[in-house]
C-alpha cells in the first residue's frame, strides 16, 4: 500500500511540471474563484441597470 503525501512531503515531479508548464491547479482556483464571485454578482442583481420602462409613443391608441 502506498503511503499517503502530506503536505510537507518533497515532490520533486511536480515541481518540475510547475516550473516547465506552468501551475494548472493554482490558475484553475483563481479562475474558480473569479466565476463565483461574478455568478453571486449576478444571481444578487448587483451592478445590473435595470431598463428604462417602453415610452407610449402613440399616445396610448392602438
Known sequence: MT???SG???LPVYES???ER?????EARVVSEQAQHEASQAL???GVALPE???D?????L
Open 3 to 5: 503511503p499517503q503525501p
Open 8 to 10: 510537507s512531503d518533497h
Open 17 to 19: 511540471l510547475v516550473r
Open 44 to 46: 444578487n442583481w448587483h
Open 57 to 61: 409613443t402613440n399616445g396610448g391608441q
Open 22 to 26: 506552468g501551475d494548472a491547479v493554482a
Open 53 to 55: 420602462p417602453a415610452s
